[in-house]
């Protein structure tokens, strides 16, 4: 005999330890299907483009700073970018290899809080234990080069703030060592678990024409079969001097999801190891000539960069005053965040918290 079920509204969020902040969701369930789902947003909103135009180009710097704090390195790289395109500065040499090699570990650092922490969703405590037990590696690197551990604000308009201590590079190469060998674990501990398998195969799957209608990129997009990273197909900084390979998966579930993640983490490890061994025979300044009062010709611009959860683009419009007339920013997550009704219609209730989870939404991006 059927079990006679009613559907109900159940609001997962905004405070959850699931949502990784400020999210919620109303879902529509039958027993335990999922009808119909509404992510609704705002909770963290802080008008950042908004505040923008009435703060000088420098100011805004450290706002790019908390859209993704994860990964706070390339959102100050993708504004000072913008502003340096407008205006047609060059920076140094030197500076832009200091820019790839923390914006790498950034990268490796956004992923192994990802790794940690969508693990502990879906009910592992250990591997939250072991990816902040390395994250600490990179955030100690942070820590000597800029003096902070999660907004760094490192990047300059024309450069970056300071040169590498004394032996800091060393100490990258050391740590890229140390994590290649630790990452062996995860695989040990997470890859072949087949709890873990069976939480993910097969779940939460989007199809490479999903994922481009959607304008889903990085990670998410990669793991359904879009093979595109905007460091090799848009290249900027100077990407083009390294070997490496973009991962790419062709299932589009959140195992498939994992898998790209974890293979990125590898490579982000060679580019900055390549990239460690050829600053050394650069010498130079890492801050370009830039004025004191930093003011753009009037002028449009769109810049993209490849954060760790997709493509982040800033489209900059100058009226040729110190200050930005509007700016307006392509987050990542807001865009990725934007498949879930689709993703979640007909699933069980249970693989919400891995489906969302898979993503790896930070929501200072989504609301901005």
């Not at 609704?40 to 859209?67: C, M, S, W």
Request: hydrophobic share 40%.
């Amino acid at each position: 005999m059927a079990i006679r079920t009613e559907e109900m509204m159940l609001n997962i969020g905004p405070q959850h330890p699931s949502t990784h902040g400020v999210f919620r969701i109303m879902v529509k369930i039958d027993g335990e299907i999922v009808n119909e789902a509404i992510p609704v947003v705002g909770y963290l909103h802080r008008g950042t483009e908004k505040i923008a135009e009435d703060l000088t180009y420098a100011q805004v710097n450290p706002y790019f700073d908390r859209l993704d704090y994860l990964n706070a390195m390339t959102n100050n790289y993708a504004w000072c970018y913008t502003v340096e395109k407008l205006m047609g500065i060059e920076t140094p040499e030197r500076a832009e290899y200091l820019r790839v090699i923390n914006m790498e570990l950034n990268r490796v650092a956004s992923h192994l809080v990802w790794w940690g922490t969508f693990l502990l969703d879906i009910g592992a405590l250990s591997p939250f234990i072991y990816a902040f037990r390395d994250r600490e590696y990179i955030l100690d690197l942070f820590n000597k080069i800029c003096g902070a551990r999660l907004t760094y604000t490192y990047m300059r308009i024309g450069g970056v703030r300071f040169d590498a201590p004394p032996g800091w590079i060393d100490e990258v190469k050391e740590t890229v060592k140390l994590l290649r060998e630790n990452i062996k674990e995860y695989d040990t501990l997470v890859t072949g678990n087949e709890v873990f398998q069976h939480r993910t195969m097969g779940v939460g799957v989007i199809t490479k024409e999903q994922a481009i209608d959607w304008g889903l990129t990085g990670p998410v997009a990669r793991a359904s079969g879009v093979d595109f990273d905007i460091r090799r197909d848009d290249p900027y900084s100077i990407y083009d001097r390294f070997d490496y390979d973009i991962p790419v998966r062709t299932k589009g579930d959140v195992y498939a999801k994992y898998e790209v993640r974890l293979e990125e983490i590898r490579q982000s490890l060679n580019i900055v190891e390549q990239a460690c061994e050829q600053i050394e025979k650069i010498d130079g300044p890492v801050l370009a000539k830039v004025p004191k009062i930093i003011k753009p010709p009037k002028g449009e611009i769109y810049c993209r960069v490849e954060g760790s959860k997709g493509e982040l683009g800033v489209h900059l419009i100058s009226d040729g005053t110190t200050k930005p007339y509007r700016m307006k920013t392509r987050r990542p997550s807001f865009v990725n965040v934007s498949i879930l009704p689709e993703l979640l219609k007909g699933e069980n209730i249970a693989n919400l918290v891995a489906i969302f989870g898979g993503l790896d939404v930070v929501l200072g991006e989504v609301d901005a």
